[in-house]
């Protein structure tokens, strides 16, 4: 299983991103997933999950800023990041579990993908 994240970028406070995160290889589409994200010095934290049912959970930091959804056809989850904060400036990261159960727990995960890179300026 591979995933492949993309669409990080610099962007100015206020801005709006999305991230894409595609899936390939043997898991289903409707595994549960998730986004996390690592800013300098700092320890790796969760941002959203999706479950099978499309339910998702989100950080108190992003609550109402962010939205993560996935297209199952294409195996792509995405996380729709509006009203972007100069503190969420991180390496963002996909990751899945073989579960269709979300957790906000980095363990849990066993797919990750490659960081994307958000940058947001004051």
Request: glycine share 8%.
């Amino acid at each position: 299983v591979q995933l492949q994240a993309s669409g990080g970028g610099l962007v100015q406070a206020g801005d709006s991103l999305r991230l894409s995160c595609v899936a390939s290889g043997r898991i289903q589409s409707r595994y549960a997933s998730a986004w996390f994200r690592q800013a300098p010095g700092k320890e790796r934290e969760f941002v959203a999950s999706i479950a099978w049912d499309d339910a998702a959970s989100y950080a108190d930091s992003v609550q109402g800023r962010f939205t993560i959804s996935r297209d199952n056809a294409q195996k792509v989850v995405y996380l729709q990041m509006d009203n972007l904060k100069p503190e969420d400036t991180a390496d963002y990261y996909c990751a899945a579990r073989s579960s269709f159960f979300s957790s906000s727990q980095d363990s849990d995960y066993g797919y990750w993908g490659q960081g994307t890179l958000v940058t947001v300026s004051s």
